[in-house]
């Protein structure tokens, strides 16, 4: 192993554990520098003699990556990435992670990723529209090696979409998105296809890929409506690397070749490829880039959890993995244990990991309070308009039903101003809220950061209400005008809800003498 994660991550935490005012930012000069606009130049990405972890979705997430090139990957693909959802993304630098997150507007991180793989790590995109994928290659370029766009996946979700396999029936598209990305952004360009029907139309749309401009081009030497247990075909991929210049990736090599380290070469002679990138043997056990052969699968796991723990991956995420690393293995004790867990600190007291899990997760959070504190100084250095007390919602606190937001808007609709307008953010670095309400032209909030929207929403009507010297409807406050109010209105409700049934239960008696009277009328006709 390359300079094991363990070394690293273990080096992490006995940096850390003099306590949180001596957090070191290992990578905070990569942070700044990023920050502030600046393209990095770093060497152009070479994709010849290469080792490559394949794009996996739900796989090739920030802790595979990392575990990949610990055990000697040279290039690592994240999972396929959905322009549409990715150019809605902000990039955001998160300081406690020393990371940085391309983030969706729901906030959830939809791409991760550090200094240690910039060099290594090509962005995977899912894109049928050349504007659309040069927009999301120019949001990620200066904090990737190189740019993909996936011309090969044959899944429903990506083809309907007319991305993925659906692309290589259209070689004009392909070629105009290639295109437009080589001569948009500074990075290297690559894709990924599969082999079509003929080689004669696979050699051809080769020939048009090249004359793009690509760094290179990965070919899964399989059909698209071909799937792993057919047999991968190694001469397709070897006419296409006669045919071109550029560099030829070889992919699909897991079920047929790939079951250790020397496999990867004699994969890589197979096909007469520059390169070989592997998928479910990596996925399987990352191990499989170790030049001195594989791992015992448990430690594989443990360092994967490791990356998992530190830079906050989802836990559904890092199931999901280790799912696919057990195996066969998931009908054992442990594999049940795994299956059954329901967050980070289950899955790590799985694998007998629980105080490791404790002591990051303490050093992460107290290098988030430290910089939430710092932040809400420069906060308070700037809102100098708005009026700031330090106060929570607590409900137990209130009447049920009853609360200050609600207490606010009356005082507003009897003072007659306009109803109060909330402004709520989140913060990145902890994921808590703040809002700031705004009453008569004037702005409110709380100084302390809550966990939901709603509780930052009633915590800032909190602040307005006490500075007005109003009521907010505690229970101490003595007689409640609200709830008397909502007494009335049920009781207004009740007697009306009872008149009207009197009305019916009348009615109804009125319709049944009308017919009564009406039968003995008509009965009093009819002949004997």
Not at 121 to 128: K, P, R
Not at 168 to 183: A, M
Not at 236 to 253: H, L, Q, R
Request: proline share 4%.
């Amino acid at each position: 192993m390359r300079s094991g994660s363990r070394c690293r991550v273990g080096g992490w935490l006995q940096q850390c554990s003099a306590g949180a005012s001596e957090v070191p930012l290992a990578r905070t000069s990569w942070a700044e520098h990023t920050t502030k606009g600046m393209t990095v130049n770093t060497p152009a990405l070479c994709f010849r003699s290469k080792k490559i972890l394949a794009p996996m979705v739900r796989v090739g997430t920030l802790p595979m990556r990392l575990l990949a090139l610990d055990f000697g990957a040279d290039i690592v693909y994240c999972e396929e990435l959905i322009d549409i959802k990715m150019v809605q993304c902000k990039r955001v630098v998160n300081e406690v992670l020393e990371t940085v997150d391309f983030v969706a507007p729901n906030e959830r991180v939809v791409f991760r990723t550090c200094v240690r793989e910039r060099d290594c790590v090509v962005f995977q995109m899912g894109s049928a529209d050349a504007e659309r994928a040069l927009a999301v290659a120019k949001l990620v370029e200066n904090d990737v090696a190189g740019i993909d766009v996936n011309m090969g996946c044959p899944k429903e979700y990506s083809t309907k979409g007319g991305m993925g396999a659906a692309l290589l029936s259209d070689p004009d598209k392909i070629e105009c998105i290639l295109s437009t990305l080589v001569k948009g952004i500074c990075k290297p360009v690559t894709c990924k296809i599969r082999i079509l029907p003929s080689l004669e139309d696979t050699i051809s749309l080769v020939k048009r890929i090249e004359k793009t401009g690509v760094a290179a081009i990965a070919v899964h030497g399989r059909k698209k409506e071909e799937r792993p247990q057919h047999p991968v075909h190694c001469e397709v991929i070897k006419a296409i690397s006669e045919a071109v210049s550029v560099p030829v990736i070889a992919n699909g090599g897991s079920h047929d070749f790939i079951k250790e380290y020397t496999d990867i070469e004699a994969f890589q002679q197979a096909a007469g490829a520059s390169s070989v990138m592997i998928a479910r043997a990596a996925m399987w056990n990352p191990s499989i880039f170790r030049r001195e052969g594989l791992c015992p699968l448990k430690e594989v796991m443990q360092e994967y959890i490791k990356y998992a723990v530190r830079y906050d991956n989802h836990y559904t995420n890092t199931k999901y993995c280790l799912c696919q690393m057990l195996r066969e293995q998931l009908e054992t004790t442990e594999g049940k244990k795994l299956h059954a867990a329901q967050s980070t600190q289950e899955i790590c007291e799985v694998f007998e990991m629980g105080s490791f899990y404790e002591e990051t997760t303490a050093i992460l959070e107290a290098k988030a309070s430290l910089k939430a504190k710092t932040q809400d100084k420069d906060e308070q250095m700037e809102d100098t308009d708005v009026i700031k007390m330090a106060v929570r919602f607590d409900k137990r606190e209130y009447p049920p039903q009853i609360t200050p937001k609600m207490y606010l808007l009356e005082w507003c609709r009897k003072a007659k101003h306009p109803q109060p307008v909330y402004e709520t953010v989140q913060r990145p670095l902890d994921k808590l809220f703040c809002s700031v309400v705004t009453v008569a032209e004037q702005k409110y909030r709380s100084t302390l950061w809550d966990k939901s929207k709603k509780l930052a929403e009633q915590a800032a009507a909190i602040v307005c209400l006490r500075t007005l010297g109003l009521p907010e409807g505690k229970l101490n406050e003595g007689e409640n005008h609200l709830i008397n109010k909502r007494k009335r209105e049920n009781q207004e409700f009740l007697n009306n809800k009872e008149h009207e049934d009197d009305l019916l239960v009348e009615a109804s008696h009125k319709r049944a003498h009308f017919t009564e009277g009406a039968s003995d009328s008509s009965s009093s006709e009819v002949p004997r």
